[in-house]
């Protein structure tokens, strides 16, 4: 019989314990910087919050057609970044992890409704896949962050009581609607750039985690095969049929782990990329899962563990490499104090 397995992050909980004896704060590291409205062109000493100096970092050129008449990504395009930057981020992997996924598979599922990332095993080969309705919620959040920067306002909690709003409505998370952003915001060029760098950076976390529960061997199918690719319209059902691992050390580690991969393949890659995407992703879905308890029933929250609870672990991976790496931590802080507000 055909078999068929799945693996998410799992919703088992880092229990309150280990994340207070770990701690979400770097000793020395003060806590964060309330930035003015419309602060821009400023140099990032926090990830994701623009500081004095020089430009936040920014990406290429978008491709002719990335973006629709409202300055959102379209899918075509947001399949087309996510596969390169599940390639830069095994390109950026050691040696050994690198064999166990060099060139596995992408599949990314435009059919299904489902809000999900999960790394999958099908017929005993290894895969990587993305959901369109992810994509496309982390799309609107890396532009509500653009703007944000750019022009002021609070367009990331503004979008994220939308999205709570649909949900508790038992809607699928909407687009912002006409009017959330000023024709001049949308289609302004430096947003525009910012918006790309800021999905970058979360589409290399998510994605980054994945990778790492095939790399670190919690799949069991990852080992350098690269697989006969998958059919996207069967991804539905095999996410459906996927059974969370409870195992809470492999949860953190593919957290440690895909944060490192990210900030590597960073390094490397110009423009750029840090772990404010990772904290953008969580903290919208943190406000979602808090304002609406229907919320759970998204895939993303459903198999993965609490948003809240995995800041302190990226903000400390991502510290522990820089420190590794002789890079500067992030001063004078971080951009979401913890716990985060709401919370």
Not at 122 to 133: C, D, H, Q, V
Not at 219 to 247: E, H, K, Q, W
Request: hydrophobic residues 45%.
């Amino acid at each position: 019989m055909k078999r068929t397995r799945a693996w998410c992050l799992v919703v088992g909980l880092w229990s309150a314990t280990a994340a207070a004896q770990s701690g979400p704060w770097i000793p020395g590291v003060p806590g964060p910087v309330r930035e003015p409205p419309g602060a821009i062109g400023r140099a990032p000493t926090t990830p994701g919050v623009p500081q004095p100096g020089a430009p936040p970092a920014v990406a290429g050129p978008l491709p002719a057609g990335a973006v629709d008449a409202q300055g959102m990504f379209v899918p075509a395009f947001l399949e087309a970044e996510s596969a390169e930057i599940l390639r830069v981020l095994v390109a950026a992997l050691p040696g050994g992890k690198k064999e166990r996924v060099d060139g596995i598979p992408f599949a990314f599922d435009r059919e299904t409704q489902e809000v999900n990332a999960f790394a999958g095993c099908e017929n005993g080969a290894s895969f990587m896949a993305m959901t369109l309705p992810l994509a496309r919620t982390i799309g609107h959040l890396s532009e509500a962050k653009a703007v944000e920067e750019l022009f002021g306002g609070q367009r990331v909690s503004s979008y994220g009581k939308l999205a709570a709003d649909a949900v508790r409505a038992d809607r699928p998370i909407p687009e912002p609607p006409p009017g959330f952003y000023a024709p001049n915001e949308a289609l302004d060029p430096r947003k525009l750039a910012r918006q790309r760098v800021v999905l970058d950076e979360e589409i290399a976390f998510v994605l980054g985690h994945e990778l790492a529960h095939h790399y670190l061997g919690h799949t069991g199918c990852a080992n350098g095969d690269r697989g006969r690719g998958i059919d996207p319209t069967a991804l539905g059902r095999i996410a459906s049929r996927a059974v969370p691992m409870f195992n809470q050390p492999n949860e953190a580690a593919a957290d440690v782990s895909g944060t490192e991969n990210l900030l590597d393949a960073g390094a490397s890659r110009a423009g750029g990329m840090t772990e404010g995407g990772a904290l953008i992703v969580l903290g919208f879905f943190g406000q979602l899962s808090q304002l609406t308890p229907s919320a759970v029933a998204l895939g993303w929250l459903r198999t993965h563990p609490a948003p809240q609870l995995r800041v302190p672990i990226v903000q400390t991976a991502a510290n522990a490499w820089r420190a590794r790496k002789g890079s500067p931590l992030p001063l004078p802080g971080f951009p979401f104090p913890f716990p985060i507000p709401g919370f």
